[in-house]
């Protein structure tokens, strides 16, 4: 499910796609700081199967042109995915569904798509060094569809699109794209996340910060194993 005139953004890659995967893999990550709050992860359309997933990062259909999971599911911690839930019901209070193109990252994947773009487009990435709001299963990306005919709503930019047009304050192109845009960030802002200047679709879970930095695999999720 695609926007109406969405085109993939394709980042100039660093290296070859076999080498960032390769790399990712022998990576290690960093010790964190002890998180206040235990893991508690939950896959999302268990807890709403009315949610839609559109994982990205399990195609090649993402900004590099290749996939880095094994599998098209989400999760969140249990708080995030049950706000998350809340979000759904504000939307189909305007017709609209939630369309969810990534949730939890684990960490090797970040530490991959920081190897991946040049430095100038940073701001669309996150630092392994310090461990990402995705990482810690506290952040979502999405968008909205339409109930009525089943199709995503038209954005001022494609997801992850790294220019200006992705940013929340771009005040250009069509006037319904960016009313669509604002109305997503308000459903999500009343239901306890965070927008993200940089990205319209990105929110963080507003306690992001009390959770774990983890690189977890999706199965081993699956089978309940916890950091």
Not at 64 to 88: D, I, N
Not at 177 to 199: H, K, N, T, Y
């Amino acid at each position: 499910m695609t926007g109406a005139g969405e085109d993939t953004f394709r980042a100039p890659l660093q290296l070859a796609p076999d080498i960032l995967l390769e790399r990712a893999a022998a990576a290690r990550m960093p010790t964190f700081p002890v998180a206040r709050k235990p893991a508690d992860m939950v896959e999302i359309t268990r807890i709403d199967p009315a949610i839609r997933l559109d994982i990205r990062y399990a195609t090649a259909g993402n900004f590099l042109g290749f996939p880095v999971y094994p599998e098209a599911r989400a999760f969140l911690q249990r708080p995030a995915a049950m706000a998350l839930s809340h979000a759904r019901s504000l939307a189909a209070q305007h017709g609209y569904g939630l369309l969810v193109y990534d949730a939890y990252r684990p960490w090797h994947v970040s530490y991959l798509f920081r190897q991946a773009v040049p430095e100038t487009l940073y701001d669309f990435v996150g630092d392994p060094a310090t461990g990402s709001r995705h990482n810690r299963g506290c952040a979502v990306d999405l968008s909205l569809w339409n109930l009525s005919d089943g199709r995503a709503v038209a954005m001022p930019s494609g997801f992850d699109e790294m220019t200006p047009r992705a940013h929340t304050s771009y005040a250009g192109g069509c006037a319904e794209a960016r009313a669509a845009r604002d109305l997503l960030a308000r459903i999500m802002c009343a239901s306890g996340f965070v927008p993200l200047a940089e990205e319209w679709w990105h929110f963080d879970y507003a306690d992001w910060q009390d959770y774990p930095v983890m690189n977890l695999s999706f199965a081993a999720i699956g089978r309940g194993v916890t950091p």
